[in-house]
DNA sequence: CAACAGTTTAGAATAATTATAATTTAGTTT
DNA sequence: AAACTAAATTATAATTATTCTAAACTGTTG
């Protein structure tokens, strides 16, 4: 668990003032074990769980990317009318369960490295995303 | 190069009336060599520099979501505000070159087979699919 | 503590998409 | 081929996610 003053640094260090709302942001975002997958809806929801006061519709987005510009937050392509975001960072892959629309970080150890032979001539390769669609094994679903 | 004919059966085949407007969308879509990724708004301009007779937003929207249910077109997942679709229904992965916002389909030969080694309990994979994001390699973009 | 740039905010604006309800059309029945 | 019915099309309104705007506020620096 992050301290306020952990939160504050971070923001300084690249460039954010450590406002209120930012750092409140943060404990909602940061402030726990698991990878947090989220829409801004989410987001906007734990916030209003969480705290008393509340943040604008208009900072919560700016502050979003804000911190993806930063590398604080990951953006994930889901087929979908809206961003997923992922506050785990590293490089990793991801299941969607298509019966909950829940994002599910996969693990290292199930799926074999991805290896790209060849690569569209003159440019570099900014990210490499596997996205698995899975759905309930007993019914016919799409 | 497909005829009329076909696309006539091709829709009555999966219980779709074969209307003028659908049968035009599917000249637009099918009839030619390569894939066509395309948005929304790429469609709908296709089909105005293509036809003299104007087919209403909605019926573009209903038409790509039948042909997207029946099989014939598959939705790629993009970071990004709007749905791409591609008349490729293969199983196949893809390039997007953040310079220029375009979708270029990645040939077998460009990767290697993806091995998903465990999956999520109870649950069976729908697809698989590699998102290989690009960009220009003399410049600082992202 | 004054000044200023960076932030927040409510609300308006935009853009993609979906819903609505009236009209038209395709396929079937007479 | 006229009549019928369900499906499809359409213009338009509604909805949803997101971005913009401009005024008010706040963090930082001198």
Redesign the pocket.
């Given at each position: 668990m992050q301290k306020n003053i952990e939160f504050?640094d971070k923001?300084?260090s690249s460039?954010?003032?450590?406002?209120?709302?930012?750092l409140k942001i943060c404990e909602v975002l940061f402030n726990r074990e698991e990878t947090f997958h989220f829409?801004?809806?989410d987001l906007v929801k734990k916030i209003s769980d969480n705290l008393n006061?509340?943040?604008?519709?208009?900072?919560?987005?700016?502050?979003v990317?804000?911190f993806k510009d930063k590398g604080y937050l990951k953006e994930i392509s889901i087929n979908s009318?809206?961003?997923y975001f992922d506050t785990n960072i590293t490089n990793h892959h991801h299941f969607f369960d298509e019966d909950t629309n829940q994002l599910i970080d996969c693990e290292d150890d199930y799926i074999e490295n991805i290896n790209i032979k060849k690569n569209i001539t003159g440019k570099k390769i900014n990210s490499v995303e596997v996205l698995i669609k899975v759905a309930s094994d007993n019914q016919n679903q799409n």
């Open positions: 504050i923001l300084r460039g954010l003032r450590p406002t209120k709302q930012r829409t801004i809806k006061e509340k943040i604008s519709l208009a900072t919560v987005y700016n502050t990317h804000a009318d809206k961003s």
